[in-house]
């Protein structure tokens, strides 16, 4: 190509990248996003993964404050983007013993969705009050003894987060 178009087609598309980037945002500002990015890069149904993940912080935190619904999402999209954990958000919900509310079958019982849907559509999008945790439990439940070995980053709620 010739340096001349050269230097005319990159200012261009600049513009279009900028211009199709700001326009993306705003259109996905406050939503959830189409595509719920994986480790893999494999795009999984939003909508099936979206109630899924609603669910179990409805399960898991259903009585905890809107942040710390948030923060049982964040975990699970931590988990989603970490080599030690399943990559999609089904593969991490039910990984055997992961989630008592899974085993016990409350996951499924949960009824009201909306607030939890909200939490788990800020986790999607990246809000995260755990800064990277990858485990939460709540410590006045019986628990196993290996989650204590974990370091605790923050608590929320009546849950700890820990790496």
Do not use: C
């Amino acid at each position: 190509m010739h340096p001349r178009r050269l230097r005319t087609l990159l200012p261009v598309l600049l513009a279009v990248i900028l211009v199709g980037t700001a326009l993306w945002q705003y259109q996905h500002q406050g939503q959830a996003p189409d595509v719920i990015p994986t480790q893999a890069g494999t795009p999984v149904g939003t909508s099936d993964e979206m109630n899924l993940l609603a669910r179990l912080i409805a399960a898991e935190a259903g009585t905890e404050p809107y942040e710390g619904q948030v923060a049982v999402g964040a975990v699970i999209m931590n988990r989603v983007r970490s080599p030690l954990f399943p990559s999609t958000i089904s593969g991490v919900i039910f990984e055997p013993w992961a989630f008592e509310s899974v085993s016990n079958g409350l996951i499924w019982q949960v009824t009201n969705l909306a607030t939890p849907s909200r939490a788990a559509a800020d986790a999607l999008n990246g809000w995260d009050p755990t800064y990277g945790a990858l485990f939460f439990w709540n410590p006045s439940k019986e628990v196993s003894p290996w989650i204590w070995t974990r370091a605790i980053i923050t608590q929320i709620g009546n849950h700890v987060f820990a790496r």
